[in-house]
């Protein structure tokens, strides 16, 4: 017969063990196929990563999706724990703590094979328009655009940018090469796909990363916590099987 002692510590075990299993944690998403979707396999590829790293470390994740300014706002307010996968900037690191980089991708000026672009520097492409997807920071375009060296139009998203690109009304776009391609493959014919290529020079390589309010309790430790469950993942070599996952299109299509 189990004693009183016993049961009652019994009974403290399952609550932590309860405790444990219930840990969460909810973030703020968007839509940024293939890294990103609601629509997506496990939300994309960046969320599949961040769910498996939060994993091993016992904490399970919430996803809730928002436009990207609303997602920001809500970090830096507190009103969510944090959001997936941004650039580190200056600016963010004043509300938010960033992990170790979730995804690196390069970007790279896609453009019409039957009209080349070569280009070194910014000044090779003056006079030339491009296009930005809605809610997308200008990066390294800030100054050539301020400065009016190119044009600079706005697009919908990264589907409306590539159609703009084959109408011809602008010369080139600037995207992160997976998310490009990706595009391609799910919106657009294989005669379609083949008049579109990229400049072989790369504008600039990003790293995306676990964004996490400053505002809410918990959470430096909580990323340090992170990122142990993201060096598991790598060191253990999931992660290498989930990105040929992606080299392979299978978080191309919606679920």
Known sequence: MISLLSRHLLCLLLGCLAWVQAEEIRLANGEWQPYLSETLPHYG??????????ERVGVTVRYEFYPWARAQSMVEQG????????????ERLRF?????????????????????????????????TMATPLGSKLGVW???IREGLVINLSALNVETGMKMLLAGRIDFFPLART???????????????ERIVHATKVAEQ?????????????????????????????RSGDYARLESELLAGKFDQAK
């Open 96 to 128: 938010a703590f960033f992990s170790d980089p979730v995804i690196t991708d390069e970007e790279v000026l896609f453009h019409l094979k039957e009209k080349p672009l070569q280009w070194q520097q910014f000044s090779d492409l003056r006079g030339l």
């Open 179 to 193: 998310v490009g391609y990706q595009t391609l493959r799910a919106h657009f014919t294989p005669a379609e796909r």
């Open 142 to 144: 800030e100054v050539p």
């Open 45 to 54: 590829f960046a969320s599949r990563i961040v769910t498996a790293a939060f």
């Open 206 to 234: 990003i790293d995306y990363r676990l964004m996490l309010s400053r505002q809410v309790p918990g959470n430096r430790a909580l990323l340090e916590r992170f990122n142990e469950g993201l060096g598991q993942l790598r």
């Open 79 to 90: 009103t969510i724990a944090g959001s997936v996968v941004w650039s580190r900037t200056p």
